[in-house]
């Protein structure tokens, strides 16, 4: 089954810039969508489509797409921030969607 | 605005059914996919189903395959998941989704953009 693979961890200061990896082997031909979570609450779209942002999502976030791997890239990270964070992709060989494992955001 | 309303879980025991609800408004939801997404305690999002929007096509996680089923009443704007055989592993938050918007036949904007608050299912004796 089709894998996709994100670092359990990131730490990262206020104000610097938080880079979240997501490896699959096919991911340069599927869209990757990306949502955060906060404890307790359900989970929220933040970019779609590799780069595309939902409206009342700051600019901060942003998506991008380097050969196997996808990126969710935050700027200038603020507390608020801290969450979990989940990419997504559809794999159309077994018409199942896949989830990363997940990648918990510090804000130190 | 955009609701989806889960409701149905609880505590059932190993081998035990539950039916699963999702109440959704605001949207028509004749024309979306819906999702089921559950979250064992701790762990990751897990996709469970999908569904076509008029139940035309399904598909299944391997890991509820023969033991879950979705379904959908359109005209009551719901969506269900009854579960069967169930184990402890089953436990989680399970979640609701909209899917790709299919108005007028072709389906697109493919991803999750509204999700329920989910509803707890506790698999244990």
């Known amino acids: 089954s089709y894998v996709l693979t994100q670092p359990p961890s990131v730490s990262v200061a206020p104000g610097q810039t938080a880079r979240i990896t997501c490896e699959g082997s096919?991911?340069?031909?599927?869209?990757v969508h990306w949502y955060h979570q906060k404890p307790g609450q359900a989970p929220v779209l933040v970019v779609y489509?590799?780069?595309d942002r939902p409206s009342g999502i700051p600019e901060r976030f942003s998506g991008s797409k380097s050969g196997n791997t996808a990126i969710l890239t935050i700027s200038r990270v603020e507390a608020g921030d801290e969450a979990d964070y989940y990419c997504?992709?559809?794999?159309?060989?077994?018409?199942?969607?896949?989830f990363g494992g997940g990648t918990k955001l510090t804000v130190l | 605005e955009v609701q989806l309303v889960e409701s149905g879980g609880g505590l059932v025991q190993p081998g035990g059914s539950l039916r699963l609800s999702c109440t959704a408004s605001?949207?028509?939801?004749?024309?979306?996919?819906m999702n089921w997404v559950r979250q064992a305690p701790g762990k990751g999002l897990e996709w469970v189903s999908l569904?076509?929007?008029?139940?035309?096509?399904?598909y299944y996680a391997e890991s509820v395959k023969g033991r879950f089923t979705i379904s959908r009443d359109n005209a009551n704007n719901s969506l269900y998941l009854q579960m069967s055989s169930l184990r402890a592993e089953d436990t989680a938050v399970y979640y609701c989704?909209?899917?790709?918007?299919?108005?007028?036949?072709?389906?697109?904007?493919?991803?999750?953009?509204?999700w329920g608050q989910g509803t707890l299912v506790t698999v244990s004796s």
């Open positions: 489509d590799d780069s």
């Open positions: 096919n991911i340069g031909s599927e869209s």
């Open positions: 605001g949207f028509t939801f004749s024309n979306y996919e």
């Open positions: 989704a909209r899917g790709a918007d299919c108005t007028g036949g072709s389906c697109y904007s493919t991803y999750f953009d509204y």
């Open positions: 569904i076509g929007i008029g139940g035309s096509y399904i």
């Open positions: 997504q992709v559809w794999d159309s060989s077994s018409d199942h969607w896949v």
